[in-house]
């Protein structure tokens, strides 16, 4: 099994673009999550999705989409990308949302100029 | 929504001596405890978690310790070893009924040769 991957590992974007960070998992777990990861303020979560077609926000969703169509896919699109949004975001997956280990995948180093 | 502050920001320890991080948390609903290891570069990986229904949980060199009345968590760390060198991530949930993990700040261990 391959777990949690994200793509890409890097990326810069400018002030306004749009993209979308890619995550995916093979262990059929029914709950993902991104969070995002700054220096001194840990890890923050941004969305999280309990299913296939359910979705719902986190701590700081503003800015960011998801939807989640397959169980295996969980992808975050940055509508307009601010340097607010410079990060590094983790996916996460678990087999159910309660009391169950999360998974995380490698991480995104997000740079906006 | 849950609060969890974790403290110290940074710890030093001689290789060999004792750590402790400790958390604290608002929700007195919380039932969940993980803490996550993060070392320089990498992904968070869970190294052991604790419920509400137990005091303390040990895995070798690890343990961690909950007062569910004081609302507060420590891990504990003895005869560190320079791989122990890493950062570390407390968490809170309630489960069930809340999908949200709550992360602390997070502390930077250095073990020192």
């Known amino acids: ?113 | 929504g849950e609060n969890v502050e974790q403290h110290p920001s940074t710890l030093s320890v001689q290789e060999g001596d004792s750590a402790v991080i400790k958390c604290t948390y608002s929700d007195s609903a919380s039932n969940y405890f993980p803490w996550y290891k993060q070392e320089l570069g990498k992904r968070p990986q869970l190294i052991i978690d604790i419920r509400s229904n137990v005091g303390e949980k040990k895995d070798q060199r690890i343990a961690v310790t909950l007062n569910k009345t004081a609302k507060h968590f420590s891990l504990h760390i003895t005869e560190t070893q320079p791989e122990d060198s890493a950062v570390y991530f407390c968490a809170a949930r309630v489960y069930p009924g809340n999908e949200k993990l709550t992360f602390g700040t997070g502390t930077r261990l250095t073990i020192i040769p």
Not at chain 1, 22 to 33: I, V
Not at chain 1, 58 to 75: A, C, K, L, W
Not at chain 1, 88 to 112: D, H
């Open chain 1, 1 to 113: 099994n391959a777990g949690v991957t994200q793509t890409p590992k890097f990326q810069v974007l400018k002030t306004g673009q749009s993209m979308t960070l890619q995550c995916a998992q093979d262990m059929n777990h029914e709950y993902m999550s991104w969070y995002r990861q700054d220096p001194g303020m840990g890890l923050r979560l941004i969305h999280y999705s309990v299913g296939a077609g359910i979705t719902d926000q986190g701590e700081v969703p503003n800015g960011y989409n998801v939807s989640r169509s397959t169980t295996e896919d969980f992808p975050l699109r940055l509508l307009s990308a601010a340097p607010s949004q410079t990060s590094v975001y983790f996916c996460a997956s678990s087999y159910s949302p309660g009391g169950n280990e999360q998974f995380f995948g490698p991480g995104t180093r997000l740079t906006v100029l």
